[in-house]
Nanobody
Framework: QVQLVESGGGLVQAGGSLRLSCTAS????????LGWSRQAPGKQRELVAT???????NYWNSVKGRFTISRDNAKNTVFLQMNSLTPEDTGVYYC??????????WGQGTQVTVSS
């Protein structure tokens, strides 16, 4: 069983930055694919960034060049650095932990609100 604890959300003005963190308990962190999804009010959840066990990152088009995902295997933590935030980035951000050919786990979510 994996538990994910997210932090770093909050209220920021447009153009500002936030850094989200997600720390996982349990084993298999090093082999897991990690990611961040977000869900805006009234919209479906969308995957914004992933990082593989080897460190390869992929981004949703709307966040490319502004968001950076990274992982620290020694601390069982994945980060999402978000720069140049816009009101369209507002939503609940969820950490995702996916074991190869195995289970997927989600964090409880952290609210990000970007004011104009």
């Amino acid at each position: 069983q994996v538990q994910l604890v997210e932090s770093g959300g909050g209220l920021v003005q447009a153009g500002g930055s936030l850094r989200l963190s997600c720390t996982a308990s349990g084993s298999n962190f090093r082999i897991a694919t990690l990611g961040w999804s977000r869900q805006a009010p009234g919209k479906q959840r969308e995957l914004v960034a992933t990082v593989s066990s080897g460190g390869s990152a992929n981004y949703w088009n709307s966040v490319k060049g502004r968001f950076t995902i990274s992982r620290d295997n020694a601390k069982n933590t994945v980060f999402l650095q978000m720069n140049s935030l816009t009101p369209e980035d507002t939503g609940v951000y969820y950490c995702k932990f996916q074991i190869p050919f195995g289970a997927t786990y989600w964090g409880q979510g952290t609210q990000v609100t970007v004011s104009s």
